[in-house]
C-alpha cells in the first residue's frame, strides 16, 4: 500500500487560492489519486480522483505530475466553509484497504 | 434516498459491556466499511465487506466482529468494551471495492466506554 505525507496544517483567507500537496513516492502503476473532505462532526465526503495530468471539477482541481509522485489538490478562492480538513488516499480496484492517514487541517480566516 | 445510515448516534457504554453499531445503505453497494476515528486523527479502516458473503480485517480489527446481514446492512460488534474503543465509528459504502470507487460515509456513531 503507498503511504501518504501530508502538512498537518494550513491557514489561508477566504478569497485565496489553496494547493495542498500530497507526497505518494511509492505509489503503483494500478493506482488512482483521490481526496475527500471532512467537516467536523460529519464523515468525509469525496472531492475529486486522478490517475495523471489534471483533473477538474466543480470543487477542485488535481495536478499530477508525470512522475505521480505526489499530487496536489487545487481549491480556487476558498471561503469560511472550506475550514475542515482534507485527505489524500491511493489506491486501486480491488485494493480494499484504503488508508486514509491524518490529513491537512485547512483553517480559512475571514 | 437516504444514503448511509447508522445507528446509535451516540452510545455510552461501562467497560465489559458489549452492543452492536448498525449501518445500512439504500445506493445498492456492494462493498462496505467500518471505521473509526480517534480524536485529531486520521480513520482507520477495522473491517470491510467487499461484497454480500464477504468480510475481512482492515488495519485495527482486534475486539470487534462484523455481519453482513445483507447486501443492504453491515454491523459492527464490540463484545466486551474497553476504554480503548472510545472513538466516532464510521460506516461507508460503494460501488465496489477498491481505491478508485468513492465512498460514502454514514454520520457517525459517537461512542464512550468508561
Known amino acids: 500500500l503507498a503511504k501518504t505525507t501530508q502538512p498537518i496544517s494550513m491557514d489561508s483567507y477566504e478569497g485565496q487560492e489553496v494547493n495542498i500537496t500530497c507526497s505518494h513516492n511509492?505509489?503503483?502503476?494500478?493506482?488512482?489519486i483521490t481526496w475527500y473532505q471532512q467537516f467536523p462532526s460529519q464523515g468525509p465526503r469525496f472531492i475529486i480522483q486522478?490517475?495523471?495530468t489534471k483533473v477538474t471539477n466543480e470543487v477542485a482541481s488535481l495536478f499530477i505530475p508525470a512522475d505521480r509522485k505526489s499530487s496536489t489538490l487545487s481549491l480556487p478562492r476558498v471561503s469560511l466553509s472550506d475550514t475542515a480538513v482534507y485527505y489524500c488516499?491511493?489506491?486501486?480496484?480491488?485494493?480494499?484497504?484504503?488508508?486514509f492517514g491524518a490529513g491537512t487541517r485547512l483553517f480559512v480566516k475571514a | 434516498n437516504a444514503g448511509v445510515t447508522q445507528t446509535p448516534k451516540f452510545q455510552v457504554l461501562k467497560t465489559g459491556q458489549s452492543m452492536t453499531l448498525q449501518c445500512a445503505q439504500d445506493?445498492?453497494?456492494?462493498?462496505m466499511y467500518w471505521y473509526r476515528q480517534d480524536p485529531g486523527m486520521g480513520l482507520r479502516l477495522i473491517y470491510y465487506?467487499?461484497?454480500?458473503?464477504?468480510?475481512d480485517k482492515g488495519e485495527v480489527p482486534n475486539g470487534y466482529n462484523v455481519s453482513r446481514l445483507n447486501k443492504r446492512e453491515f454491523s459492527l460488534r464490540l463484545e466486551s468494551a474497553a476504554p480503548s474503543q472510545t472513538s466516532v465509528y464510521f460506516c461507508?459504502?460503494?460501488?465496489?471495492?477498491?481505491?478508485?470507487?468513492?465512498?460514502?460515509f454514514g454520520p457517525g456513531t459517537r461512542l464512550t466506554v468508561t
Open positions: 461507508a459504502s460503494s460501488e465496489a471495492s477498491g481505491g478508485t470507487y468513492e465512498q460514502y
Open positions: 511509492n505509489i503503483a502503476t494500478n493506482d488512482y
Open positions: 486522478g490517475y495523471k
Open positions: 488516499l491511493v489506491g486501486y480496484t480491488g485494493g480494499f484497504k484504503t488508508i
Open positions: 445506493m445498492n453497494h456492494n462493498s
Open positions: 465487506s467487499a461484497s454480500e458473503g464477504t468480510t
